[in-house]
């Protein structure tokens, strides 16, 4: 039976690890679709090579900062041969579980700072991100590591900080990492002008939907399959997540006046905010928090897009960063019994939590772009962005027969 339960757990957080990957083509989609037509084979190249150097750096130093387990030892020994290592692999399928969450931090980056990012900067920012910056929170939350869970939020603030599947880890630290990215590279050649915001629409919506939809498919297994083990999975987690994704559609698209690039992020605002409090919100609770997150995106990226005049993209900020935020926070109203949670969070302790996750998002973007900046520079010349990151990157288009063809090639 123990084999049997071993077995089990083994194939259902593989199937989860897999929905979770094939969230990065999400990823891809969502920017493909939402950049100029002259970068879209950039972006298709940005999330995949970004997935690669992420499972490296996770793989060799990452994991072994969050949890304190390397791969060092022979194939027999981390297969469940040695202690520390569960049996028939399943120690192995949890690090590729969480590699895909690791590597969504940068794939959040990469719609804030689209089309006009040199490739080779990204790609060591990337390997920074998620190699040394990323895994300190993560272990903080997830593993207890500093030992604050413990001495600071429950012995101070009444429990210990809930992030069930990463509404703060993931998002919101990513989310901040790439506002301090975003300001960092400033604006796109063009895109505001005395004061005047000039916004280039969208170069496909159905591959932005498309986007949206992978995302939203894969996001079950990123909140269910959170649980990790069979035994511990819960019906809730996915009930909250269905009913938060249709309360941030359905706000967005009120918010945003049918705008269907608000209707198809909505959705994932309102996945972002239920991840922290999935597995102990009532559904209506879940309903709210989606909804509230719909709202918060629309309202926020017009507002940074058009008075701050931050050139966030994908708008990746308001998305995962306030959402994320946002989400945190929830799980300490709207978890709590008196609301019809099943309880075991405070407010004090997701507020405080949820702010650390954010600030360390955000001092981690800033040195790592920072950093990166004044020793390889970030940007690409005027000239390459007015060309576009295909041709002055990849040397080739998202159409090259059809360019062959009508001679632009």
Same mark, same amino acid.
């Given at each position: 039976m123990e084999q049997l339960q071993t077995s089990s757990d083994v194939f259902f957080l593989l199937v989860g690890a897999i929905l979770v990957f094939a969230m990065h083509g999400g990823f891809a989609f969502l920017e493909v679709g939402t950049v100029r037509h002259k970068n879209q084979v950039n972006a298709l190249c940005k999330i995949m090579v970004d997935f690669a150097i992420s499972t490296l750096c996770y793989f060799f130093v990452g994991y072994w900062i969050a949890y304190g387990v390397s791969f060092f030892g022979s194939a027999e020994t981390i297969s469940g041969g040695a202690k520390g290592f569960d049996g028939q692999g399943l120690s192995l399928v949890k690090f590729f579980f969480l590699v895909t969450f690791a590597a969504a931090v940068p794939a959040i980056v990469s719609g804030g700072v689209a089309e006009r990012i040199k490739f080779l900067p990204q790609c060591v920012a990337t390997g920074l @991100?998620? =190699? @040394?910056?990323?895994?300190?929170?993560?272990?903080i939350a997830w593993n207890k590591n500093l030992g604050l869970q413990e001495s600071f939020f429950a012995a101070k603030l009444g429990a210990e900080f809930k992030d069930f599947a990463g509404s703060i880890v993931v998002h919101a630290f990513g989310g901040w990492a790439a506002l301090a990215a975003i300001w960092r590279l400033g604006a796109r050649t063009g895109r505001y002008t005395k004061g005047k915001s000039n916004a280039t629409p969208p170069s496909s919506i159905p591959w932005l939907a498309m986007g %949206?939809?992978?995302?939203?498919? =894969?996001?079950? =297994?990123? +909140?269910?399959?959170?649980?990790?083990? @069979?035994? &511990?999975? %819960? =019906?809730?987690? &996915?009930? +909250?997540? @269905?009913l938060a994704m249709c309360g941030g559609i359905l706000t967005a698209l009120w918010a945003g006046k049918n705008d269907p690039g608000f209707v198809h992020n909505g959705a994932l605002a309102g996945l972002v905010a239920v991840c922290a409090g999935s597995d102990v919100m009532h559904p209506i609770g879940a309903l709210v928090t989606g909804g509230i997150a719909g709202v918060i995106f629309v309202h926020m990226f017009q507002m940074m897009t058009n008075r701050w005049q931050l050139d966030d993209v994908l708008g990746v900020w308001p998305l995962h960063g306030l959402c994320g935020l946002w989400g945190g926070i929830a799980c300490g109203i709207f978890g709590l019994k008196m609301f019809g949670g099943i309880g075991g969070v405070t407010f004090l302790s997701q507020l405080v939590g949820s702010l650390m996750g954010a600030a360390a998002g955000l001092a981690s973007g800033f040195i790592i772009y920072s950093l990166v900046d004044l020793t390889l520079g970030l940007r690409l010349s005027p000239d390459e962005e007015r060309e576009g990151a295909d041709l002055s990157i990849h040397k080739i288009s998202a159409n090259p027969e059809e360019d062959v063809r009508s001679g632009r090639m």
């Open positions: @991100l998620v =190699g @040394l910056f990323y895994p300190v929170f993560e272990g %949206s939809w992978m995302l939203c498919v =894969g996001w079950f =297994g990123f +909140n269910v399959m959170s649980a990790q083990t @069979l035994k &511990a999975v %819960s =019906g809730l987690v &996915a009930m +909250n997540s @269905l």
